[in-house]
């Protein structure tokens, strides 16, 4: 069937950033703290069944979504957009201790809503900013402030499907976070609604303010069947069909040369489907169909675009069923037609390195994935990247395996530190921000780093500490791990042996702190999980200190 490509807009592309080879640049700004507010909006917390579309904040950041920049204004607006504003609504803001650092009255702004514009510059610390009057029950919401970010690691990544709201909106989260990319499905019978006809449209609307205005790397998931071709909507085609095989060649031939042509500058990947055995439809669950696919995939792809990369197979990988599939992925040589391994380890409700005989676990599985890389390498010797294009914890909703927001973040660290050590390549955090629509079942889907568009993009504490994370740890190699017990210390240094970062922390307890003696020869800084920062100097080129169950950082130069 010949095929249509419907034209998106003729604008010529902005200005972008060469197109960035694997690797880290150090942050000149990776010492300079972060703001967190762990204030919550005082609403009734998500319930199964329930959409986050009917909580609407009633206060709001003006800008930045929360995640604000170190010049940037800090303002609120309170009450409802379009309604009259509050009277008599009064503010306040508190640091970590919940020692009050400014009060004042709102104002009525251009917006024509109550506004809270802060005089006092806030230093490094812990802040929640309340709001309250007649007519308003006391509310309050999360920020950060950030340092910016100079340079991006592109180890640092999200995922961003759960972000329906107007990508523009969303926007702010993302430079806030410091992501170097983003994870995109690119659905086949979303582009081709028409069989025959082609039209990326609303795709390019979405990912051009992130990949051609910001340089953002994007990853591609090509993915889920077509009604018109395959029988159903999640069933993949059957690649013994020489039709079926035909319109999904042509499918993958137009999306990745559009995106080839639209993104010329970009670093570009393509994953090929997204969790065979969670989605394989009417077809078989083995590894060998998966290969089947991916084997029409590739050549594809490699056909219209060789500078793209090639990812596979997005399938979970922690559970003994798991890593057996995998097994027989790689004895069939599935990696013989990729050039990153891809997985997705789930662990939800237990920390990454919680590892019993009848608990699999995250760590125990990046060790086996990297030692099976090692065993079916690439034609020249040298094993397969590995990249985690899904990781995430849900926080409280309504159904088994979620965790709270604190351990959210604690986890989100702890992984990254454990992909690093573990020759992880790339690492999507799953997901940016939370959607308003439930799931299938439902519930609230909680995995957001901020909350959904609807609640303005409130950061949740991971956010911060994954902003945290990204300035600590940006530009940066492991260089080893040192485990005492429940104690662990692994070990950071820039490329240049001029910055040193220490990440401190415990798997006993939540609420333990246990010592611990890290090596510091002289000045330096400890970071929390969220931002906070404390000077400390060593003694005999040790410093005495805690390790809780988040991480903190401990960072000197020289």
């Not at 090639?310 to 990988?317: L, W």
């Amino acid at each position: 069937m010949p095929s249509t490509h419907v034209p998106s807009d003729s604008r010529p592309p902005a200005t972008r950033p060469r197109r960035r080879a694997s690797g880290v640049v150090v942050l000149a700004a990776a010492t300079t703290l972060l703001l967190f507010a762990e204030a919550t909006v005082r609403q009734p917390a998500h319930a199964a069944g329930a959409s986050t579309a009917t909580a609407r904040p009633t206060i709001q950041p003006m800008s930045a979504n929360g995640l604000f920049a170190p010049d940037q204004p800090v303002t609120f607006a309170v009450g409802a957009a379009g309604t009259p504003a509050l009277a008599d609504v009064g503010w306040r803001i508190t640091d970590a201790r919940g020692v009050l650092v400014e009060a004042g009255d709102a104002v009525v702004g251009s917006s024509g809503r109550a506004e809270i514009r802060p005089t006092r510059r806030l230093n490094a610390g812990t802040y929640r900013v309340t709001a309250h009057g007649p007519a308003l029950p006391e509310t309050s919401f999360r920020f950060v402030r950030t340092p910016g970010v100079e340079h991006r690691d592109a180890f640092f990544n999200v995922t961003m499907n759960g972000s329906p709201g107007p990508v523009a909106a969303a926007l702010p989260t993302l430079d806030g976070l410091g992501a170097a990319g983003f994870r995109q499905d690119l659905q086949w019978s979303t582009v081709e609604k028409v069989p025959g006809v082609f039209d990326f449209r609303s795709t390019d609307a979405r990912v051009d303010p992130i990949v051609r205005d910001r340089g953002v790397a994007p990853l591609f998931v090509l993915d889920y069947g077509h009604m018109a071709y395959t029988g159903g909507a999640m069933t993949p085609p059957d690649v013994s069909d020489p039709a079926q095989t035909a319109a999904w060649r042509r499918f993958v031939s137009e999306a990745v040369t559009h995106m080839r042509d639209r993104y010329p500058d970009a670093d570009r990947s393509f994953e090929i489907w997204n969790e065979w055995t969670n989605t394989h439809g009417t077809r078989s669950a083995d590894p060998a169909a998966y290969i089947a696919l991916s084997r029409v995939t590739a050549a594809t792809i490699r056909s219209v675009d060789p500078d793209a990369r090639i990812v596979g197979p997005a399938e979970n990988a922690v559970s003994s069923g798991e890593l057996r599939w995998l097994d027989e992925w790689f004895r069939l040589g599935g990696a013989d037609h990729i050039d990153a391994i891809s997985v997705h380890p789930y662990n939800q409700p237990y920390a990454p390195e919680h590892c019993v005989a009848t608990n699999p676990c995250i760590e125990n599985a990046l060790r086996w994935l990297r030692d099976k890389a090692a065993k079916y390498p690439r034609a020249n010797g040298e094993p397969l990247p590995i990249w985690i294009t899904e990781v995430g914890w849900p926080t409280p909703n309504g159904r088994p395996g979620w965790v709270s927001e604190d351990d959210q973040a604690a986890f989100l660290v702890r992984t990254h530190v454990l992909a690093a050590q573990y020759g992880v390549e790339r690492v999507f955090s799953f997901e940016m921000a939370a959607p308003d629509q439930p799931d299938p079942d439902g519930s609230a889907r909680t995995f957001g780093l901020v909350d959904a568009p609807s609640r303005a993009y409130e950061p949740k504490p991971a956010a911060a500490a994954y902003a945290t994370m990204q300035r600590q740890l940006a530009g940066m190699r492991f260089a080893g791990q040192f485990v005492t017990g429940a104690v662990r210390e692994a070990r950071f240094v820039s490329a240049d042996g001029t910055r040193s970062v220490r990440v401190v922390w415990q798997t006993a307890d939540r609420f333990d702190e246990l010592p611990i003696s890290v090596g510091l020869p002289g000045d330096g800084t400890i970071v929390d999980a969220y931002g906070g920062t404390k000077a400390v100097r060593g003694t005999g080129g040790k410093l005495a200190m805690s390790a809780t169950w988040k991480p903190r950082f401990v960072v000197w130069n020289g």
